[in-house]
């Protein structure tokens, strides 16, 4: 068995998405635009100091950094989030709500260890996509070969 990937905790957005397995995240890590692979770059909501546009821009307490993570605001989850847990979960086999929960409830460092294991590659112990099921660190000819990036499946 190969020891999974390690995730940061700096990689956990206040919005509860894990970009860690995010495409953008993961196409900067392994330079994919040097591999014949274009897909957007991004260094991870905490990390480049701005979130996600989906929920920042019309959130002005993630905005204005009030709450570390969404489950401390008196309105969450808010439709904001709910809509985009909603797109999460019936495409991209997660819910940041849910991941909120569990953060809350049991701690970052016991979230950590359950995505590690959740999303670790089988083959090399790296770390699968969440956008489209494919480890871009083992899977590269897969994802060259991909008709839709943002998609598990290509039907
Ligand atoms: S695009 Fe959003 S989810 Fe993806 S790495 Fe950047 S901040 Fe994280
Ligand atoms: S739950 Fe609160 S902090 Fe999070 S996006 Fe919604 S309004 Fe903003
Ligand atoms: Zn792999």
Redesign the pocket.
């Known amino acids: 068995m190969k020891n999974s990937a390690k995730i940061s905790k700096e990689?956990i957005?206040p919005c509860g998405?894990?970009?860690?397995v995010?495409?953008?995240?993961m196409a900067?890590k392994y330079n994919l635009k040097n591999k014949g692979v274009k897909m957007?770059y991004?260094?991870?909501?905490?990390l480049?100091d701005?979130?996600?546009?989906?929920l920042k821009k019309r959130c002005d307490l993630l905005l204005n950094k009030k709450v570390k993570y969404c489950y401390e605001c008196k309105d969450f989850p808010c439709t904001k989030l709910q809509h985009i847990d909603e797109r999460y979960r019936t495409l991209y086999r997660m819910s940041m709500i849910e991941n909120l929960q569990y953060i809350k409830k049991k701690g970052i460092k016991e979230f950590l260890t359950s995505e590690e294991e959740k999303w670790k590659c089988p083959k090399c112990g790296g770390i699968i996509c969440c956008h489209n099921g494919i480890c871009f660190k083992c899977g590269l000819e897969k994802l060259k070969k991909k008709k839709k990036l943002y998609r598990w499946k290509d039907d």
């Open positions: 990689l957005a998405m894990n970009c860690a995010c495409s953008a995240y900067f957007p991004c260094t991870g909501c905490r480049r701005k979130q996600c546009a989906f």
